[in-house]
């Protein structure tokens, strides 16, 4: 079974201009997460998608980033403009089957590493 | 006072050795909880969940303090490749909503 797919894996940028991160979860989870995580931290959730609905985008610095989920499968994270403290790796992850019966397992990309210069 | 808070660590121990660690929860409210591990420059993964009666997954047992919210992972002869970085995960009021600590780094030395 194929895992969760981000791009890209590195990305290199100076502040003020935007990038963009792409995911696709596993087939058949519902859920998607995008998750910071600077360096020494834990992940830290940007949003989180129920379908292609938001669950919950309370800490999404929403004059920067944006975030979409359409058709419900895979999604894109935006950030404009950049800033130096958005360096850090963006885990993209994936959770429920259709079944409904959640476990609490996230399964993980790889995950996209950003810096800003 | 965090939602999860996690002692960073590191913890240095010798192979062979038991270490033990916890990570207590402010939400007396949260029902699901959870270890993953996370090697360096990787991505987390489930360790194991844990329950209310406490579990056992080989070397490692999870257990649940809900009068005092913590939870605490204890590592049996601890090998070398279990160096990694140990994030405690609790759910919030839905079950689909995630808090994460900011983990504990573990070194095993041989």
């Known amino acids: 079974e194929a895992g969760v797919a981000q791009s890209p894996r590195y990305k290199i940028i100076e502040k003020r201009q935007s990038v963009a991160f792409w995911c696709n979860p596993i087939?058949?989870?519902?859920?998607l997460y995008w998750y910071q995580q600077i360096l020494g931290q834990g992940p830290k959730l940007l949003i989180q998608f129920q379908n292609n609905g938001v669950v919950d985008d309370s800490q999404l610095p929403k004059d920067r980033f944006s975030a979409e989920r359409l058709k419900g499968v895979d999604s894109t994270l935006k950030i404009q403009p950049a800033k130096l403290e958005d360096s850090a790796v963006y885990l993209c992850?994936?959770?429920?089957?259709?079944?409904?019966?959640?476990?609490?397992?996230?399964?993980f990309g790889e995950g996209s590493r950003l810096t800003v210069l | 006072r965090k939602e999860v808070e996690q002692d960073p660590g590191p913890f240095n121990v010798p192979e062979g050795a038991t270490v033990a660690f916890n990570c207590t929860y402010s939400?007396?409210?949260?029902?699901?909880f959870f270890w993953y591990r996370q090697d360096c420059r990787k991505e987390p993964k489930l360790l194991m969940s844990v329950y209310s009666s406490g579990n056992e997954d080989g070397r490692f047992t999870a257990q649940l303090n809900r009068a005092s919210q913590y939870i605490s992972l204890l590592i049996r002869d601890s090998k070398l490749s279990d160096s990694a970085t140990y994030l405690c995960v609790v759910n919030k009021d839905s079950n689909y909503q995630l808090i994460w600590g900011a983990g504990t780094k573990l070194i095993i030395k041989p």
């Open positions: 939400n007396s409210a949260s029902q699901s």
């Open positions: 992850a994936s959770s429920l089957d259709w079944t409904g019966r959640w476990t609490g397992e996230l399964f």
């Open positions: 087939s058949g989870h519902a859920t």
